[in-house]
């Protein structure tokens, strides 16, 4: 057999391949439901949520360095009623920052910034506890206030649930 015979034979079967609309194709394998996710996020009822970017002061490089772009909560505890920040990136849901509003947490505006707030916190994004210098950056001025008011008034509510302790 040639090769000009092996290419003929080749069309001919080409040829004879009917198009055929009934289509079906079985999975190859079966998807299991997934399980819902905890987040530890079901004891919280969220009482201010807003879209910011979240930096922390790098000391040695004496630079900041971006943290994560997402939704920044103030959590309240359904039974404590204790309100702390958690904040999760955008497309990994990786904790950015988390933290109690403490009273002695004090919020200065960024320089340069009037979208931006600054303060210190220990915080436990990372799993221990760390002293961070964090800043929260928002789309305009007037988100940058809504949590600042919001913040301050956390801070009052945890204060007033420190005494009683």
């Known amino acids: 057999m040639t090769e000009e015979d092996k290419e003929k034979k080749v069309e001919q079967k080409e040829e004879e391949v009917v198009p055929s609309e009934d289509v079906h194709f079985e999975p190859v394998m079966k998807l299991e439901q997934l399980e819902t996710i905890k987040t530890f996020e079901e004891d919280e009822d969220v009482i201010f949520k807003m879209r910011a970017k ?3 002061f790098d000391k040695d490089l004496k630079e900041w360095k971006e943290r994560g772009t997402g939704e920044l909560k103030l959590l309240k505890h359904k039974e404590t009623t204790k309100i702390r920040v958690l904040m999760r990136r955008d497309k990994t849901h990786k904790i950015c920052a988390n933290h109690y509003v403490t009273s002695d947490i004090s919020l200065s505006p960024n320089v ?9 916190t220990s915080d436990f994004s990372e799993g221990e506890a760390k002293m961070e210098l964090l800043a929260v950056r928002f789309a305009n001025p007037e988100n940058a206030n809504k949590f600042k008011d919001e913040f301050e008034l956390a801070q009052k509510h945890n204060a007033t649930l420190d005494k009683k302790e």
Do not use: K, L, N, Q
């Open 54 to 56: 979240m930096f922390r």
């Open 112 to 120: 340069g910034s009037d979208r931006s707030w600054v303060y210190t």
